[in-house]
């Protein structure tokens, strides 16, 4: 597969009349691919039954003819007002019950049938129309699944789903009732028709009632997404793509990529640093204009996981976004930096967002390749430099890691469910271990739980919720250094402490007797250096301490290959331990500098420099925002 480049354009948004010179200008930048219609919808069927689509044939006619390759995006992310007045209560109701209102975008409900057959009748127009154009070479479903907090919906539909998903589930209201321990407050149901959603309650709903909910929400996404990938097989060959965000965690995008065939995501590396990650005011002043070091890196190894080995950027902040509280321009260089970046993690396109800056609406501060006027922005020049560069070296593709890092979204939503310290976020202590293994110049695989683990060296499994028999076993039987832990395998699918006590690992002579949380700011000491905070967990067992508290109380134990950590270890004491498990798996580690990152792709060791300074890599010099490529024998 060959590394291209694209971009995101609305043809609707612009006269007819520059649609040509766009094309033309975008094929001169070295672009190959054009993402169009995801928002198009009102421009397509203005009111019912009234279907324009001779403006996108143009359309697409046009950037066709210019070379270019269409991604036809279906426009399902913004229904237009009459499709709304047709079904007043498709909209979503947030947890206080407040309808989510026109005016922007996603305003549905996932549960919506009504409105899924609109969806289904939009989605079959453009297929027939368009499934077998020379010129539509991908689809994108919908935009952005679960963007602005819309996984989640509490209307009439999604009670009345989730009530058929809890009889489908469960079978019966006493097995429910069972499962989820209903005894408790006498919340016993007597019928399936009884149970409401988890919102709206007096104090904490039953855990294992929120869980389940969070569990409907997740398949009710994936549910949506597939009613439209099932119409599109019908009457295409093209690939099927979604483009999914950071840190969003709300659906399984592992079962959501199943019925895709490549994964895509929108990476926006400075409107996420200051706008979605837990990190201190000097961080983020030490990368304003660059981004986090290892941020857009964790995402590029978790959607090539969910991708199944095929992902893509869909869209890259090209100069500053508008929806961040704080809106920096890309250091130069940094447009370049972030493009070579996805393509060392395997990407095999990169598309920017988006051609022209739009001068109306929402996004009129978000800028694009090209000005409002058209002139070119800076980051056209530094597209346009990369365009060159990846036709020397075309090849997409990146060999597995040796380290793999198991990421699973149901942990994500139980320790929402019941966080039991205010800051236990499961993102963030995977995110924690994850930037250990890039400090110490690791090259990662972000995995599913059900993932293979042959060849790894060393697996890490922090934070899952549940841990099956067999994936204990497996774990278990692993040939490399297994981490297991914190809060690992610590509830039943029905959110219950398992019996008997956690972990229960094949091998490994250890209980978590009880748990403590930790307010931020109290740290406990570790022998011989570091420290745990958020999360300490009290270790009953003969396994052997392999790291304990000043105190002398287990941290970590293990047995041959397995380890059980149970604490939430700083960053200092995360590196040891990392360390410590590369040394015995034989894996050789190499301590970045501050802002230097390495990627391994088989063929080339790629070094990224997220400094505003240069810094050097083995004698080499890299320029701040600078990329620097090595060859690797073998
Ligand atoms: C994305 C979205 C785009 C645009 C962009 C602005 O989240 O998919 O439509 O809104 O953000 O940065």
Same mark, same amino acid.
């Given at each position: 597969?060959?590394?291209?480049?694209?971009?995101?354009?609305?043809?609707?948004?612009?006269?007819?009349?520059?649609?040509?010179?766009?094309?033309?200008?975008?094929?001169?930048?070295?672009?190959?691919?054009?993402?169009?219609?995801?928002?198009?919808?009102?421009?397509?069927?203005?009111?019912?039954?009234?279907?324009?689509?001779?403006?996108?044939?143009?359309?697409?006619?046009?950037?066709?003819?210019?070379?270019?390759?269409?991604?036809?995006?279906?426009?399902?992310?913004?229904?237009?007002?009459?499709?709304?007045?047709?079904?007043?209560?498709?909209?979503?109701?947030?947890?206080?019950?407040?309808?989510?209102?026109?005016?922007?975008?996603?305003?549905?409900?996932?549960?919506?049938?009504?409105?899924?057959?609109?969806?289904?009748?939009?989605?079959?127009?453009?297929?027939?129309?368009?499934?077998?154009?020379?010129?539509?070479?991908?689809?994108?479903?919908?935009?952005?699944?679960?963007?602005?907090?819309?996984?989640?919906?509490?209307?009439?539909?999604?009670?009345?789903?989730?009530?058929?998903?809890?009889?489908?589930?469960?079978?019966?209201?006493?097995?429910?009732?069972?499962?989820?321990?209903?005894?408790?407050?006498?919340?016993?149901?007597?019928?399936?028709?009884?149970?409401?959603?988890?919102?709206?309650?007096?104090?904490?709903?039953?855990?294992?009632?929120?869980?389940?909910?969070?569990?409907?929400?997740?398949?009710?996404?994936?549910?949506?997404?597939?009613?439209?990938?099932?119409?599109?097989?019908?009457?295409?060959?093209?690939?099927?793509?979604?483009?999914?965000?950071?840190?969003?965690?709300?659906?399984?995008?592992?079962?959501?990529?199943?019925?895709?065939?490549?994964?895509?995501?929108?990476?926006?590396?400075?409107?996420?640093?200051?706008?979605?990650?837990?990190?201190?005011?000097?961080?983020?002043?030490?990368?304003?204009?660059?981004?986090?070091?290892?941020?857009?890196?964790?995402?590029?190894?978790?959607?090539?996981?969910?991708?199944?080995?095929?992902?893509?950027?869909?869209?890259?902040?090209?100069?500053?976004?508008?929806?961040?509280?704080?809106?920096?321009?890309?250091?130069?260089?940094?447009?370049?930096?972030?493009?070579?970046?996805?393509?060392?993690?395997?990407?095999?396109?990169?598309?920017?967002?988006?051609?022209?800056?739009?001068?109306?609406?929402?996004?009129?501060?978000?800028?694009?390749?090209?000005?409002?006027?058209?002139?070119?922005?800076?980051?056209?020049?530094?597209?346009?430099?990369?365009?060159?560069?990846?036709?020397?070296?075309?090849?997409?593709?990146?060999?597995?890691?040796?380290?793999?890092?198991?990421?699973?979204?149901?942990?994500?939503?139980?320790?929402?469910?019941?966080?039991?310290?205010?800051?236990?976020?499961?993102?963030?202590?995977?995110?924690?271990?994850?930037?250990?293994?890039?400090?110490? *110049? =690791?090259?990662?695989?972000? !995995? /599913?739980?059900?993932?293979?683990? @042959? #060849?790894?060296?060393?697996?890490?499994? &922090?934070?899952?919720?549940?841990?099956?028999?067999?994936?204990?076993?497996?774990?278990?039987?692993?040939?490399?250094?297994?981490?297991?832990?914190?809060?690992?395998?610590?509830?039943?699918?029905?959110?219950?402490?398992?019996?008997?006590?956690?972990?229960?690992?094949?091998?490994?002579?250890?209980?978590?007797?009880?748990?403590?949380?930790?307010?931020?700011?109290?740290?406990?000491?570790?022998?011989?250096?570091?420290?745990?905070?958020?999360?300490?967990?009290?270790?009953?067992?003969?396994?052997?301490?392999?790291?304990?508290?000043?105190?002398?109380?287990?941290?970590?134990?293990?047995?041959?290959?397995?380890?059980?950590?149970?604490?939430?270890?700083?960053? *200092? =004491?995360?590196?040891?331990? !990392? /360390?410590?498990?590369?040394?015995? @798996? #034989?894996?050789?580690?190499?301590?970045? &500098?501050?802002?230097?990152?390495?990627?391994?792709?088989?063929?080339?060791?790629?070094?990224?420099?997220?400094?505003?300074?240069?810094?050097?890599?083995?004698?080499?010099?890299?320029?701040?925002?600078?990329?620097?490529?090595?060859?690797?024998?073998?």
């Amino acid at each position: 597969m060959n590394r291209t480049l694209g971009v995101c354009y609305y043809p609707e948004h612009w006269p007819e009349e520059i649609w040509a010179e766009d094309a033309r200008r975008m094929v001169e930048a070295g672009l190959t691919w054009v993402r169009i219609g995801e928002f198009a919808w009102s421009r397509l069927e203005p009111s019912e039954g009234d279907a324009h689509f001779d403006w996108l044939d143009r359309a697409i006619a046009t950037l066709g003819a210019a070379g270019l390759r269409v991604i036809l995006g279906t426009p399902t992310a913004t229904p237009p007002r009459w499709v709304l007045d047709k079904h007043p209560d498709m909209l979503a109701l947030d947890a206080a019950g407040r309808a989510r209102g026109f005016g922007s975008r996603r305003h549905y409900c996932f549960s919506h049938q009504g409105y899924l057959a609109e969806c289904r009748r939009i989605v079959t127009k453009l297929a027939l129309r368009y499934g077998a154009n020379p010129h539509v070479a991908a689809w994108q479903t919908d935009n952005e699944y679960g963007c602005h907090d819309t996984t989640i919906s509490y209307s009439a539909a999604a009670r009345d789903a989730f009530r058929d998903w809890c009889a489908q589930h469960y079978q019966s209201p006493e097995a429910l009732n069972r499962a989820w321990g209903n005894v408790f407050w006498s919340m016993d149901y007597a019928s399936f028709d009884e149970i409401g959603l988890p919102n709206l309650t007096v104090t904490e709903p039953n855990p294992a009632h929120a869980m389940a909910f969070r569990r409907f929400s997740s398949d009710q996404v994936v549910a949506f997404n597939r009613a439209q990938t099932e119409i599109l097989r019908r009457h295409t060959d093209a690939p099927l793509i979604h483009n999914y965000m950071g840190r969003i965690t709300e659906f399984d995008h592992f079962a959501l990529g199943e019925a895709l065939d490549i994964a895509s995501w929108d990476s926006y590396p400075i409107g996420f640093l200051m706008d979605r990650m837990d990190a201190d005011e000097a961080h983020k002043a030490r990368y304003l204009q660059q981004g986090d070091p290892d941020f857009q890196a964790f995402h590029h190894d978790l959607y090539r996981a969910v991708g199944r080995g095929r992902w893509w950027i869909m869209e890259q902040q090209p100069g500053p976004v508008n929806w961040a509280p704080w809106n920096p321009a890309p250091l130069p260089g940094m447009v370049r930096l972030w493009t070579w970046e996805a393509f060392a993690h395997g990407a095999e396109t990169v598309c920017f967002f988006r051609w022209r800056q739009a001068p109306f609406a929402q996004e009129q501060m978000h800028a694009g390749l090209l000005r409002p006027d058209s002139s070119a922005a800076p980051g056209l020049a530094e597209a346009a430099e990369v365009a060159r560069e990846i036709a020397q070296a075309p090849q997409a593709g990146t060999k597995c890691a040796k380290v793999a890092l198991i990421f699973d979204y149901p942990s994500a939503w139980a320790w929402q469910v019941q966080p039991q310290g205010a800051d236990f976020d499961y993102f963030r202590l995977v995110f924690a271990a994850y930037r250990s293994l890039r400090r110490l *110049g =690791l090259s990662v695989d972000v !995995i /599913a739980p059900d993932t293979d683990l @042959a #060849g790894y060296r060393l697996v890490l499994a &922090p934070g899952i919720f549940t841990l099956s028999d067999a994936l204990k076993a497996r774990l278990a039987a692993h040939d490399g250094i297994v981490i297991v832990g914190p809060r690992a395998g610590s509830k039943t699918p029905d959110f219950t402490i398992p019996l008997p006590l956690p972990p229960a690992l094949p091998g490994l002579d250890v209980a978590v007797s009880h748990v403590e949380s930790l307010p931020p700011g109290h740290l406990r000491e570790v022998a011989g250096g570091g420290a745990i905070a958020h999360w300490y967990e009290h270790l009953d067992g003969t396994a052997e301490p392999l790291v304990t508290l000043e105190t002398g109380a287990a941290v970590m134990v293990g047995a041959g290959n397995l380890r059980y950590l149970g604490a939430w270890p700083m960053p *200092g =004491l995360w590196d040891k331990i !990392i /360390a410590a498990a590369c040394a015995q @798996a #034989g894996l050789a580690t190499e301590p970045m &500098p501050e802002g230097l990152r390495l990627r391994d792709t088989g063929r080339e060791r790629f070094v990224f420099n997220y400094a505003a300074h240069p810094q050097s890599y083995r004698g080499q010099p890299i320029p701040a925002a600078g990329v620097l490529r090595l060859a690797l024998d073998g």
